[in-house]
C-alpha cells in the first residue's frame, strides 16, 4: 500500500485528486493508496446526487466565502475545514473479495478502521448506519465510495478537533437520515473523536500497512477531471 500526505491548494483539487488516484490506480498506473488531507478552510462537498436546495444553506456559504463542490461518490453533504482529518483508499477489488460488492466493502473497511483505531487509543468505537463510526451513538466518522469495475474508492473523514457548531450554519438537518440519528440536530449527533491527528494517521497507517511513499501524483489527471467535470458549474449545481 503506498501512502500520500498531501493537501492541495483548495477543496476543489482535493476532491479532484481522490477521483484522480482512482482512475490511475485502475489504469495500472499507480499502487492502492492511503491518502490523508486537511483543509484549511471550511467547504461544504455534497455528494454526487444530493440536491442543492436540500442539503446547503446556500446563501449563508456564498455570503462567508464558503466554497460548496460536489465529488463523484454517493453519501450526504458534509463540511470540512481545520480540525477535520480526511482519508483516501483506492483499493483493488481482485485483491480483496469483501470489496465485489457496496456493502461489503462498508463492513469490510469500517470493521478494520474499528479495530484498528479501538486499540491504538482504547476507545469504545462502534460502527453505525451505512457507512458511520461513533462513540456512544454520535457520529465520529462517515465515508462514502465510488467504484470501478475493478477498484474502489472509499473515502471519508474523521472529526478530531472540528468546531461542530458551525455545521448546523452550512448544512440543514438532512431529510433522509440513519435510524440511529433520531432526528438530533448536528451539536447532538456529531463528537470530535479528540485524539491528535498525527496518532489518528499512524493507527490508520498500521491498519493498511501503509508505509511507503506514493511518488506518482497524478496531477495532470486531476487537472483534467476539474477541467471537463468537478470544477463546471452545470456539475456543482447539477440537482
Known amino acids: 500500500m503506498r501512502l500520500l500526505d498531501l ?11 481522490d477521483e484522480a488516484l482512482l482512475d490511475s490506480c485502475a489504469q495500472d498506473e499507480i499502487d492502492e493508496t492511503l491518502r490523508f488531507w486537511e483543509s484549511p478552510d471550511y467547504c461544504v462537498v455534497l455528494g454526487v446526487s444530493n440536491t442543492m436546495a436540500e442539503s446547503v444553506n446556500r446563501d449563508i456559504c456564498e455570503r462567508d466565502h464558503v466554497p460548496i463542490v460536489r465529488r463523484s461518490s454517493g453519501g450526504g453533504a458534509v463540511l470540512i475545514g481545520p480540525g477535520c482529518l480526511n482519508y483516501s483508499l483506492v483499493l483493488s477489488i481482485a485483491k480483496q473479495p469483501n470489496l465485489a460488492f457496496i456493502d461489503s466493502t462498508n463492513q469490510y473497511i469500517l470493521e478494520k478502521q474499528k479495530y484498528a483505531i479501538k486499540s491504538y ?11 458511520d463510526l461513533a462513540i456512544k451513538s454520535r457520529k465520529i466518522s462517515g465515508a462514502a465510495q465510488k467504484r470501478t469495475r475493478t477498484h474502489v474508492l472509499f473515502h471519508g473523514t474523521y472529526l478530531y478537533n472540528f468546531k461542530i457548531v458551525s455545521i448546523a450554519k ?22 470530535n473523536l479528540s485524539v491528535d491527528p498525527d496518532e489518528l494517521k499512524s493507527a490508520l497507517k498500521q491498519c493498511w500497512n501503509a508505509f511507503h511513499p506514493l511518488d506518482q501524483i497524478p496531477l495532470s489527471r486531476m ?4 477541467d471537463k467535470k468537478l470544477g463546471r458549474e452545470e456539475w456543482i449545481y447539477r440537482v
Open 223 to 226: 487537472r483534467d477531471i476539474i
Open 7 to 17: 493537501t492541495l491548494r483548495s477543496p476543489l483539487e482535493n476532491i479532484a485528486l
Open 170 to 191: 452550512y448544512i440543514p438537518n438532512p431529510i433522509k437520515q440513519p435510524e440511529y440519528r433520531k432526528n438530533r440536530d448536528h451539536e447532538e449527533f456529531v463528537k
Open 121 to 131: 487509543f482504547d476507545l469504545d468505537i462502534e460502527s453505525q448506519g451505512i457507512s
